[in-house]
């Protein structure tokens, strides 16, 4: 990479995005974030901001001016910007408009910026039900469930357009079920995990959708980062999709079960509530491509990695009493709507 050139992360003081931010200073390089700090939060930046060279821009993804003034002096640009799936029930529209014509309007500004690589991370909810088996990126046909995931499908499929009608250098990631610090505990924006732990710790059970069988390939967020990272280092990867994940399908009920023991509450049970609109039934990655392509394997175990979370979480939450949310239902559907 070119020292003189800067790296560029929408959506930086977001949970995946500020680990990645972190990464990037780490190993040197100058960064500019584009956040609107709708979700986002200025202290996911605090300890990059005090170590290495980084440049701040509140702005949207859907402005020409912002994304013009992120992009000066950038050679390559990591796209995390995003409204996430719950929002997207509610909101499909708006939703679409972020996810799909905001990855748009940057990839143009990026060819006219004369960027040189562009990393467009999407999402597993790309795949929706597609299968259940290991999901491969190569022969596994995506079949979205929910607004946001055809979104994210509709910025792939511009991100590898820009590629080859502009010669863009251009990657596409699908990180799969990230979780660790920083993640989102609130209000619909919140996680599975940390309601977990914020019932638990409260002396309540945790709250499952559906059945609890339905599964995820959870990943710990710094590994998370360190594939996003490499992708854009990687000659290899470039016109690619891939896939970041552990490689490891955890139910969402024995999710729940670690995490009770974890938090010395093993007497807990959960309680099993009507599954979300659009939920997806299984999420397993197939990591083959990852591991040629970029040298990339996650390593941390699911226990390592809640019990790692858990630790965070008391020492920066000591009264989880204060983050508990008296709705367990962290969505909405838009008024009139009847499922069929």
Request: aromatic share 6%.
């Amino acid at each position: 990479m070119n020292a003189a050139g800067r790296v560029l992360v929408t959506g930086g003081a977001g949970f995946i995005g500020s680990h990645l931010v972190d990464r990037l200073v780490e190993e040197g390089r100058a960064v500019t974030v584009l956040d609107d700090f709708s979700t986002g939060k200025r202290a996911n930046l605090e300890a990059a901001c005090a170590r290495g060279d980084v440049r701040i821009v509140e702005g949207s993804v859907l402005s020409g001016a912002d994304v013009a003034a992120a992009l000066e002096g950038v050679e390559r640009v990591f796209h995390l910007a995003v409204q996430c799936v719950r929002r997207s029930l509610g909101e499909p529209l708006h939703n679409h408009e972020v996810n799909a014509t905001g990855t748009l309007n940057l990839l143009e500004g990026a060819r006219r910026a004369g960027v040189r690589r562009f990393v467009y991370c999407s999402s597993s909810e790309v795949y929706g039900n597609a299968g259940t088996g290991r999901l491969d990126e190569e022969t596994t046909v995506p079949r979205p469930t929910t607004v946001y995931g055809a979104a994210k499908l509709a910025g792939e499929h511009y991100t590898l357009a820009y590629r080859q009608t502009y010669g863009l250098e251009t990657t596409v990631v699908r990180p799969f079920n990230a979780y660790g610090p920083r993640e989102h505990d609130r209000g619909d924006l919140a996680e599975v995990i940390p309601r977990f732990v914020i019932r638990v710790l409260n002396g309540l059970p945790p709250v499952i959708f559906g059945s609890g069988e339905n599964a995820r390939d959870f990943t710990y967020v710094t590994e998370t980062a360190r594939g996003i990272a490499l992708a854009g280092d990687s000659p290899q990867a470039v016109g690619r999709v891939i896939n970041l994940a552990r490689g490891v399908c955890v139910p969402v009920r024995e999710l729940a079960e670690h995490i009770c023991r974890l938090c010395q509450r093993s007497d807990l049970r959960p309680q099993y509530l009507p599954p979300r609109p659009g939920d997806i039934l299984r999420l397993h990655a197939d990591t083959r491509r990852a591991e040629r392509l970029l040298g990339y394997r996650a390593e941390i175990a699911i226990e390592e990695g809640l019990e790692a979370y858990i630790d965070w979480f008391t020492r920066h939450y000591p009264d989880p009493a204060a983050l508990l949310e008296d709705e367990p239902v962290n969505w909405r559907m838009p008024e009139g709507t009847e499922r069929r």
